[in-house]
């Protein structure tokens, strides 16, 4: 059988107070705390006849933070205007984006096209891939 030297028996005496100490000093502590914190109120209901607002699309949410300064829907109705057609469409996203270098990704300008697409041109696209 091992028998504890004065160190150990000091490291383990120590330890015991310290644990037992922490342990009363957190039961004490939550013994003060308060009780959970009350709910938040609910939401009140929309007014009637109200329609809750759609999220908008990232393809909007790109468009207008990044396009819509210069590009306002008096370009897009214009009678010289460029695009005829939905790979003319994502061809002017695509230059326009790049003139700008936005550094969008193949997905982001395809957003771009179906929201303006969706908005102002309504031009026949491909189905899904």
Excluded at 36 to 52: F, K
Excluded at 66 to 75: G, R, T
Excluded at 80 to 108: F, H, M, N, Y
């Amino acid at each position: 059988m091992h028998c504890p030297t004065p160190i150990e028996v000091t490291v383990a005496t120590t330890l015991r107070a310290l644990l037992g100490a922490g342990a009363l000093a957190a039961s004490a502590a939550l013994a003060q705390a308060p009780g959970p914190a009350p709910l938040p109120a609910p939401l009140p209901a929309p007014a009637q006849g109200t329609v809750p607002q759609p999220v908008p699309s990232r393809g909007r949410l790109l468009y207008e933070t990044h396009c819509i300064a210069c590009h306002n829907s008096q370009m897009h109705w214009r009678d010289a205007r460029v695009v005829r057609d939905w790979p003319g469409l994502v061809t002017q996203v695509r230059t326009w984006q790049e003139r700008a270098k936005l550094q969008w990704i193949d997905a982001d300008i395809l957003e771009v096209a179906r929201h303006l697409n969706g908005a102002i041109y309504r031009l026949p696209q491909p189905g899904p891939a």
